[in-house]
């Protein structure tokens, strides 16, 4: 079974733009995005354009704040500062990555955690280890959306994470161990990782290396999320981190690139910018 991200998107988005729809009468206003883009980045562009494209669906205000790649560290934090002051902003969102003059750290420090959209703040990131009331970060929170839908019962399972990054590796570890998985997390120092990829029930990867997961290291029935972005160096095509053809016909449940996670990452970056503007609305 192929889980389409891209389907169960289209449909949350939906339910969320009903509810969105409400919000005039109630609140007065709609949720508002602002994201900010630095420089221009091809690939940063398109995530910026999908994230506008998709607030246009679902009903939320978007503003996007363009600065050119000279601009320094000192008046990108001086602009999240005044929106984080700014009462009609609900999101704040700075599309990664950024110049190398500009600590990342920095900007995500600076974004208040109300407003952190994306989850990635260290006050958020604690909430989600110490099972707080946070924002999850949208990729993984995406991930345990499409394993739900499919119906895929995640207690009990062996899951394998290839991965351990701050965005999607740690943070969908955490979030399959709430679920009651037994996690194991893989990385490029792990040994034998074939071996270990065989033993997963549900096997998500998260490295950012094209079709890296070939057939020969998933078990038949396995459940495949595959979170990789990339060019195949042969056809230029969009691809994910999994040999999509080689381990299809084995696995019991796979995403696709693209049409899997990704769409599911914008979903979730429109469900916590509605959540941070309910916060913020009962305060
Ligand atoms: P990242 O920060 O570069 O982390 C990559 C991780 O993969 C690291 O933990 C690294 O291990 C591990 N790794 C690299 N080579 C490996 C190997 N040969 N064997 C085992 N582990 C290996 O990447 P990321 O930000 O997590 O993103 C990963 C991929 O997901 C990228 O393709 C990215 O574009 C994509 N992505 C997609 C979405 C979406 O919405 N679809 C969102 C975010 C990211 P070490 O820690 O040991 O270096």
Known sequence: MIISGKELSTKLKAEMAGQVATFPEKYGRVPHLVVI???DDPASVSYVTGKAKASEVVGIRNTTIRKPETVTEDELLSLIRQLNEDDSVDGILVQLPLPKHISEAKVIETIS?????????PLNVAALWQKQPCTVACTPKGIIKLLKAAGV?????????????????????????????????????????????????????????????????????????????NRDPQTGKLCGDVDFA??????????????????????????????CFLRRMSR
């Open 246 to 275: 080689g381990v299809e016909p084995k696995a019991a449940v796979i995403t696709p690139v693209p049409g899997g996670v990704g769409p599911m990452t914008i979903c979730c970056l429109m469900e916590n910018t509605i959540e």
């Open 37 to 39: 883009l630095v420089g």
């Open 153 to 229: 019962t995640i207690q009990g399972k062996r899951a394998v994470v290839i991965g351990r990054s701050n965005i999607v590796g740690l943070p969908v570890s955490k979030l399959l161990l709430d679920e009651n998985a037994t996690v194991t997390i893989a990385h490029s120092r792990t040994a034998n990782l074939p071996e270990l990829t065989r033993q997963a029930e549900i096997l998500v990867v998260a490295i950012g290396r094209p079709k890296f997961v070939t057939a020969d290291m998933v078990s038949e029935g396995t459940v495949v999320i595959d979170v990789g972005v």
């Open 113 to 121: 955690k109300e407003k952190d959209v994306d989850g990635f703040h």
